[in-house]
């Protein structure tokens, strides 16, 4: 038994006997052209570049059906370079202009451009040299007659390769493939992006296994641990397919929360998207959630907002970076398809106060973002975590009590230097992982606008949003009478919140407590939010309502109310006109004698 370590591709468990895949790769000699030759190795560019194409379509046809989410684009890409006026043009000039056959010359055009990415700072630059190579042998395979390489398995197999293009892996996906394991590649390969794409567990960067498997042997691929046993022996074997068939339950569930969100719209059809709101983490507070979210019918689209601070209920303390690793990648993974937005921790105010000091005013005071910020060790740590658990399921990141842009900015540099901490390890996360903002300060929602251009998405926590409006502490009992999502100024702070947003073509969501308030709901309808991310227990009933109401009569009330209102009488009074409209009329029976 030998047990070979790379990359994680994507996760899973695959068990089943190896089809070594062996492309060799295709070199082409240099040979000078006689005068007649040239113009016919010209021609036979274009014949070489046709047939290239139709087989590119073929392949984006399949990836449009099997990887439907990455797999066009990716061959699109491709397929662009048969195209590419600039490359084709010097590589028809330089068969004229050197004398020299047209395989040789596809052969070192492409490989200087294939150079000039490998050898690029930029990683994503280098995973593109497999791209060109793909293209490269392609083409000379035409001009020199080659046989087509046979991408086939008999029955089921894990596909262990040196180097497998894109191509090959949607080829192969056709088949009973269990997973695929490759020598090079790194976790933002495009064969990688594949492999999550297809959903089937897969290891890059095993650097030396391919050349010690054979066709047959017996193979263990963990993509989560990015380990594959070869020849495993009977424990190793037995205890891998209990975990396999635990997998496979889950993969179950998966596709269940994937399948099970039917789109909520209004009467009129305005889509509104709902997620929900998770506190407690904890490995029961994640089986849990898993168990509402999988429910047959549930209209979730994921998590909305994972309150991580919350691990200091469990921990007293906050948990290491691998043990947050490990909770945000399992939570990721089992919500997979479906979206999960972790929020950074927002210690402080009344949650926990920060490093256990006394404040006057906590709320005013050393909490969210700010704390973060002071403590850049422990905010690199979580950012690194969620990163990691970007690349295991649909992660979004959130940042709350941001105030400035000053903030947001610095924020975001973490981000960019954690994951150049983990491109160095060599370690897998989405590089364009979505980062949102909480826009929970007025400051924010006035000056909207300014951090709707810099992120990926904004959220309104309406909690603290009309805390900090209104002056009114969320959680004095003296005073909460005046606590109103529905004052006007709030009112007018989140329109102008998602009017800013969706002028930068940015979506809008909102977590507070207000979202799950039905008589908040015409509003929330009507100001035009495209998400609501309410309590597990409310994303039912709030589905229904939002499917009885019609989003232009909202818009008008919230008109209505943006103009006239100046208190939260006015809006309440509005509303009660506005639901007495509403309501269906009766038809008086008259009685007939
Ligand atoms: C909010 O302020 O509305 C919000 C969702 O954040 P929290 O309640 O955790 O402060
Ligand atoms: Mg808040």
Redesign the pocket.
């Known amino acids: 038994m030998e047990t070979y370590r790379g990359i994680s591709a994507h996760p899973g468990i695959a068990i089943g006997p190896a089809f070594h895949y062996n492309r060799t790769l295709i070199a082409a000699d240099e040979l000078e052209l006689s005068s007649e030759e040239i113009e016919e190795d010209i021609a036979r560019v274009d014949v070489a570049l046709e047939r290239a194409r139709s087989e590119m379509d073929k392949i984006t046809m399949i990836a449009e059906q099997k990887a439907p989410d990455q797999g066009k684009a990716i061959f699109e890409a491709q397929r662009m370079m048969l195209d590419d006026p600039f490359v084709i043009g010097n590589v028809k000039r330089r068969i004229r202009e050197e004398r020299r056959n047209a395989a040789y010359v596809v052969d070192t055009e492409f490989s200087h451009h294939q150079h000039f990415l490998a050898t690029s700072e930029n990683p994503l630059f280098r995973e593109r040299a497999d791209d060109v190579e793909d293209i490269k042998q392609r083409l000379l395979r035409h001009l020199m007659k080659k046989d087509k390489i046979v991408s086939k398995i008999d029955g089921s197999a894990i596909v262990v390769a040196e180097l497998l293009t894109p191509a090959d892996a949607i080829l192969f996906s056709r088949q009973d493939l269990l997973g695929f394991a490759t020598d090079t590649g790194g976790a933002t390969s495009h064969v990688a992006i594949l492999a999550r794409s297809l959903g089937l567990p897969a290891i890059v960067g095993l650097r030396a296994a391919a050349g010690h498997i054979e066709t047959g042997d017996i193979l263990i691929l963990d993509g989560t641990r990015g380990e594959l046993i070869v020849k495993p022996d009977h424990a190793t074997l037995v205890r891998y397919k209990e975990l396999a068939h635990d997998e496979v339950i889950k993969e179950k569930e998966r596709k269940l929360m994937g399948e099970a969100t039917p789109p909520v719209f209004t009467k009129d059809g305005r889509e509104i998207a709902i997620s929900m ?1 998770m506190e407690l983490i904890s490995e029961e507070a994640i089986e849990e959630a898993v168990g509402i979210a999988s429910t047959d019918g549930k209209p979730l689209r994921g998590l909305g ?1 994972l ?1 991580t601070e919350h691990f200091l209920t469990a921990h007293d303390e906050i948990p290491s970076e691998v043990e947050q690793s490990k909770i945000y990648c399992d939570l990721a993974a089992k919500f997979n398809p479906s979206v999960v937005t972790i929020r950074t921790f ?1 210690i402080g ?1 009344d ?1 926990f106060s920060g490093g256990g000091m006394r404040e006057k005013n906590p709320f005013l005071g050393w909490r969210g973002i700010r704390i973060s910020l002071d403590e850049p060790i422990m905010f690199a740590e979580q950012v690194r975590a969620i990163l990691r658990a970007s690349a295991v399921g649909n992660v979004r990141m959130m940042l ?1 009590m941001i105030t400035s842009t000053h903030e947001l900015d610095y924020a975001l540099d973490v981000v960019e230097r954690a994951k150049e901490d983990l491109r160095a390890k060599g370690e897998a996360f989405n590089g364009k992982m979505p980062v949102g903002v ?1 826009i ?1 300060v007025p400051a924010a929602a006035i000056r909207a606008e300014h951090f709707a251009s810099r992120c990926d998405f904004l959220s309104i ?5 009309t805390q900090y409006t209104l002056a009114v502490d969320r959680g004095n009992e003296f005073i909460s009478h005046l606590f109103d999502e529905l004052h006007p100024a709030v009112l007018q702070l989140i329109d102008n919140v998602i009017t800013a947003a969706h002028r930068k073509r940015k979506p809008v969501s909102l ?3 207000m979202g799950g308030k039905d008589i908040a709901l015409p509003f929330i309808i009507g100001l035009g939010l495209d998400e609501i991310s309410v309590s597990p227990t409310r994303v039912m009933h709030i589905a229904s309502l939002i499917r009885t109401m019609d989003y232009k009569k909202c818009q008008s009330l919230v008109r209505k109310a943006l103009r006239d209102a100046s208190t939260t009488e006015d809006v309440k009074q509005l509303l009660v006109e506005f639901q007495g409209k509403a309501k269906p009329k009766r038809r008086r029976l008259i009685k007939k004698n």
């Open positions: 709101n907002l309150r927002d105010g949650k709350p909480m929970e926590g309406s909690n603290d949003l977590c507070g407590e």
